[in-house]
């Protein structure tokens, strides 16, 4: 059980470290949900543009 816990708070202890540089890049670049959704369409645009060429 104590292994457990210990890799709960591992995790806790990275999330936190790293709440800072990922809010400083989602002020940056936008959130990451915003840059998914682009790269998918970009992706659906190049996709239909490939089938229409066959």
């Not at 949900?33 to 659906?44: N, Q």
């Amino acid at each position: 059980m104590s292994a457990y816990i210990e890799s709960l708070i591992q995790r806790r202890l990275e999330r936190e470290r790293l709440r800072e540089p990922i809010g400083d890049a989602e002020a940056e670049i936008g959130p990451a949900a915003a840059a998914v959704e682009a790269k998918r369409a970009f992706l659906r645009r190049g996709a239909a543009t490939s089938a229409d060429a066959v």
